[in-house]
């Protein structure tokens, strides 16, 4: 008898090992805690994964050494909960202000895995700002589950902002960018052409016609661009669209009238290349040219440098640069999730629940 009960004790305790290794494995899944895996989250973000998992290993001692493949895939679990709370966060109505957002996009490319159907793919990165609150970053790849625009629509509804109210978008008249914020806010929006993109194409003009200008001959039978060269710049700057234009016209017909001057030297059929480029750009974004000077001076954004800024930090310092690894497009995307949630100070705010 005593033999019996002391086997009927052992199994048992067995069985209560083994359901209490069944909620240790319910409550932590993957058997890491949730600190953990926010910080190993982080360091793949930042570093390489087997750079990350040889950090970890020199500050978080474990019985054996972290594992890169653990790394990517805790990142790509922190990213898609993070992903999911933000695509699903409502309105907030208690929050939205009357201030106007603007959203800062710009594109950047990255080297794409072999196989896939391009060398390189597109990433949409930028930032959105209302007043009286920090900016929020985002960043999404093609050809994934969560469209460009509802990581667009969910930063925009973190800004306080309702259907209905304006936005003002900043880039550099890119169609597919605008098209983007389009699909995100679902109604017509306020383009700014960016001053920075406008500015250089002005700028390649001038040292062109720099290097020309003391050519014997040419002023007078260039007579135009002579007068023009220097005034693209202060009608562009001061909104005069209409005029700017016009004068890119004359300053094209000149050119094209003396044809033959462009076959004795590269330099002047690189103007008119130059010129006839800014003609094609003016005409696509003409409505999206405004009083750059009057918005200067009452303080106002001018350009999409917060967007340049988004793309160094968010996929530069990461993907491009030195980092030049192959991506997919679900893999560059989870990075650049948690990338910018780190930007954002939200990783560390962010309540990640254990998961069930």
């Known amino acids: 008898m005593s033999c019996a009960r002391a086997s009927v004790a052992q199994l048992r305790v067995r069985k209560d090992e083994k359901i209490g290794i069944g909620s240790i494995e319910t409550l932590l899944?993957?058997?890491?805690?949730?600190?953990?895996?926010?910080?190993?989250?982080?360091?793949?973000?930042?570093?390489?994964?087997?750079?990350?998992?040889?950090v970890l290993d020199l500050f978080v001692s474990a019985a054996r050494p972290h594992n890169h493949r653990s790394v990517?895939?805790?990142?790509?679990?922190v990213?898609?909960?993070?992903?999911?709370?933000?695509?699903?966060?409502?309105?907030?109505?208690?929050?939205?202000?009357?201030?106007?957002?603007?959203?800062?996009?710009?594109?950047a490319y990255i080297r794409a895995?072999?196989?896939?159907?391009?060398?390189?793919?597109?990433?949409?990165?930028?930032?959105?700002?209302?007043q009286g609150r920090p900016p929020r970053q985002f960043a999404a790849a093609p050809n994934v589950a969560t469209g460009k625009h509802d990581v667009v629509r969910a930063a925009m509804r973190t800004q306080g902002w309702l259907p209905g109210r304006?936005?003002?978008?900043?880039?550099?008249?890119?169609?597919?960018l605008q098209s983007?914020?389009?699909?995100?806010?679902?109604?017509?929006?306020?383009?700014?052409?960016?001053w920075f993109h406008l500015s250089m194409r002005l700028r390649h003009i001038e040292q062109a016609w720099e290097g020309l200008r003391h050519v014997h001959d040419l002023n007078i039978y260039l007579r135009d661009v002579a007068v023009h060269v220097p005034r693209l710049r202060h009608l562009l700057w001061s909104g005069y669209v209409r005029e700017a234009t016009r004068a890119v016209k004359h300053m094209l017909s000149q050119l094209d009238q003396h044809g033959w001057l462009r076959h004795t030297s590269n330099k002047l059929k690189r103007l008119h290349e130059l010129v006839r480029n800014l003609r094609t750009y003016l005409v696509q974004?003409?409505?999206?040219?405004?009083?750059?000077?009057?918005?200067?001076?009452?303080g106002q954004p001018i350009s999409s440098s917060p967007a340049e800024s988004a793309a160094n930090s968010l996929v530069n310092a990461?993907?491009?640069?030195?980092?030049?690894?192959?991506?997919?497009?679900?893999?560059?995307?989870?990075?650049?999730?948690?990338?910018?949630?780190?930007?954002?100070?939200?990783?560390?705010?962010?309540?990640?629940?254990?998961?069930?």
Not at 166 to 176: C, K, L, Q, R
Not at 285 to 298: E, L, M, Q
């Open 72 to 77: 990517s895939n805790r990142l790509a679990k």
């Open 166 to 176: 304006d936005v003002t978008v900043f880039s550099d008249g890119e169609i597919g």
């Open 180 to 194: 983007i914020v389009l699909s995100a806010t679902r109604q017509p929006v306020t383009h700014i052409l960016d």
């Open 285 to 298: 974004n003409k409505a999206s040219i405004v009083d750059y000077c009057r918005r200067y001076w009452s």
């Open 29 to 54: 899944h993957g058997r890491a805690t949730p600190e953990l895996e926010r910080i190993q989250a982080e360091l793949g973000s930042r570093l390489s994964f087997r750079e990350a998992a040889r």
């Open 318 to 356: 990461r993907m491009n640069k030195k980092r030049q690894m192959r991506w997919s497009p679900i893999g560059a995307h989870r990075v650049l999730q948690v990338r910018a949630a780190v930007a954002d100070g939200r990783l560390k705010q962010a309540k990640l629940a254990l998961a069930a």
């Open 113 to 130: 895995v072999p196989g896939y159907q391009s060398r390189h793919f597109e990433i949409a990165m930028g930032r959105v700002v209302s």
């Open 79 to 107: 990213a898609d909960q993070i992903e999911k709370w933000d695509v699903a966060s409502p309105y907030r109505i208690s929050r939205a202000s009357e201030s106007p957002v603007s959203v800062f996009i710009d594109g």
